[in-house]
């Protein structure tokens, strides 16, 4: 059955619009009734920044777990998203994932099952119908930038997946954060080598060669393909706190 959610409204059916409030946001083209309609869409935004305040306010310590809602159960990825989720739970933290499938259904699972708080922030997307079933909390926000404040204010580092645009637009925002001093002690761990480690050589040997980059600014990202070390450099950092 076809379905979408729209912030807390669920579209089903012929009911199921063909846009998105982001798009309509940011679509400069068509009439000049957005003079008139813009105002009155930032009740809408400062309407998600408060549900997401409230609903967050008193989680605790959390780790944000980013990674490909195209990964399938039956893939490698998958098995170590879940596991990281539980490993996270075990060193006292939440898991806050995108509240998508794969990666993030993943990770959310394996929070949920080792009795720990699993958070999923969602996002109207006219291609995924809403929060996985793993997500024990869950908010689906209209805006990105209102999502992406949720991530940073409330997680106190990242871990990283396999992933495709959205992962990697999550990973260069937070690192950007840190290089320009937004965030402090915020640890960034990418987890599997054979896929990443093409994209930091190209920041080693293009970007920081062509002046682009410093290596303090390379050195904010951590590379591993074990679990136990990348949740050990998120505890090391909360205790350095």
Same mark, same amino acid.
Do not use: C
């Given at each position: 059955?076809?379905?979408?959610?729209?912030?807390?409204?669920?579209?089903?059916?012929?009911?199921? =619009?063909? @846009?998105?409030?982001?798009?309509?946001?940011?679509? @400069?083209?068509?009439?000049?009734?957005?003079?008139?309609?813009?105002?009155?869409?930032?009740?809408?935004?400062?309407?998600?920044?408060?549900?997401?305040?409230?609903?967050?306010?008193?989680?605790?310590?959390?780790?944000?777990?980013?990674?490909?809602?195209?990964?399938?159960?039956?893939?490698?990825?998958?098995?170590?998203?879940?596991?990281?989720?539980?490993?996270?739970?075990?060193?006292?933290?939440?898991?806050?994932?995108?509240?998508?499938?794969?990666?993030?259904?993943?990770?959310?699972?394996?929070? @949920?099952?080792?009795?720990?708080?699993?958070?999923?922030?969602?996002?109207?997307?006219?291609?995924?119908?809403?929060?996985?079933?793993?997500?024990?909390?869950?908010?689906?926000?209209?805006?990105?930038?209102?999502?992406?404040?949720? *991530?940073?204010?409330?997680?106190?580092? *990242?871990?990283?997946?396999?992933?495709?645009?959205?992962?990697? =637009?999550?990973?260069?925002?937070?690192?950007?954060?840190?290089?320009?001093?937004?965030?402090?002690?915020?640890?960034?761990?990418?987890?599997?080598?054979?896929?990443?480690?093409?994209?930091?050589?190209?920041?080693?040997?293009?970007?920081?060669? =062509?002046?682009?980059?410093?290596?303090?600014?390379?050195?904010?990202?951590?590379?591993?393909?074990?679990?136990?070390?990348?949740?050990?450099?998120?505890?090391?950092?909360?205790?350095?706190?």
């Amino acid at each position: 059955m076809r379905s979408k959610f729209k912030g807390p409204v669920i579209q089903r059916r012929s009911q199921v =619009d063909g @846009s998105t409030t982001d798009q309509r946001l940011l679509d @400069s083209r068509g009439p000049t009734d957005w003079v008139h309609t813009d105002p009155w869409r930032v009740l809408r935004i400062q309407a998600e920044f408060v549900e997401g305040f409230g609903a967050l306010a008193e989680l605790g310590p959390a780790i944000a777990v980013f990674g490909s809602a195209r990964t399938q159960p039956d893939h490698p990825t998958y098995a170590l998203a879940e596991l990281l989720g539980r490993k996270i739970v075990d060193a006292g933290f939440a898991v806050i994932t995108g509240g998508g499938p794969g990666t993030m259904e993943a990770a959310n699972k394996g929070a @949920s099952e080792a009795g720990g708080v699993s958070v999923g922030l969602g996002i109207e997307l006219p291609f995924e119908s809403g929060l996985n079933d793993w997500a024990d909390v869950g908010i689906n926000f209209r805006y990105f930038f209102a999502r992406k404040t949720m *991530f940073v204010k409330y997680s106190q580092g *990242f871990a990283v997946l396999p992933g495709g645009f959205g992962t990697l =637009d999550e990973l260069f925002e937070a690192l950007t954060l840190v290089q320009t001093r937004k965030v402090t002690r915020f640890p960034i761990v990418l987890i599997g080598t054979e896929y990443w480690s093409g994209l930091l050589t190209w920041l080693r040997e293009v970007a920081l060669a =062509d002046g682009k980059l410093t290596e303090a600014d390379l050195d904010m990202v951590q590379l591993t393909d074990d679990v136990d070390e990348a949740v050990q450099i998120m505890v090391a950092a909360r205790e350095g706190r």
